[in-house]
């Protein structure tokens, strides 16, 4: 999986899609509007980034910080909210705008989303509602090297409570001395 990349941005997609080149090679990343926005042709992009795997495609997701992808996420866990629609959630307010929203039940902001009608709001709130303020305090959403030790050991298989309670225990530091710390904590 790819968790995070690093480029020169090649092309812009009014409808959300950068074309990212990293070591040569180009990704088309989709991001969100606010986050489109925020770039240039030529200009350096770093973003962490969401795989999304399918039975007939995969597609990455961007976003400016491990938190945003955290929030992109925990939307995908609502019934009835896609990538695509969690994207779209993400473009129409910013991350803490859309936490705010769900934190305090504002339907009617998060209804004004394309595709999100008030029973779509509803659940997403009942769903998200008092989660979202807790993802803030663990390390899935601080540094995004701790978002990335996180994300790897939970894919080799570790239980996410688990590698949560090993990571508040190591020092933050680069990717490899984080993961090797917590692999001799788990072993």
Known sequence: MIGWLSGTV???DPAGLLLLETAGIGYEVHVSLLTL????????AELS????????QITLFGFESAQDRALFRQLNTV???????ALNLMSGLSAAELRQAIEQAD??????????GKKTAQRLILELHGKLAHA??????????????????????YKA??????????????????FRAALKLLG
């Not at 959403?141 to 080799?156: E, I, K, Y």
């Open 107 to 116: 339907i009617a902001t998060i209804s004004r989303t394309p595709g999100i």
């Open 79 to 85: 019934s009835g909210i896609g990538a695509r629609m």
């Open 37 to 44: 926005g925020r770039f240039k042709t030529g200009s350096h």
């Open 136 to 157: 803030d305090d663990g390390p899935a959403t601080t540094a995004p090297g701790r978002q990335d030790v996180h994300s790897a050991l939970v894919n080799l298989g």
């Open 10 to 12: 090649r092309n812009i």
């Open 49 to 56: 980034i969401h795989t999304h795997v399918r039975e007939d």
């Open 161 to 178: 409570q688990q590698v949560d309670l090993v990571l508040k225990q190591i020092e933050a530091g680069d990717f490899e001395t984080m």
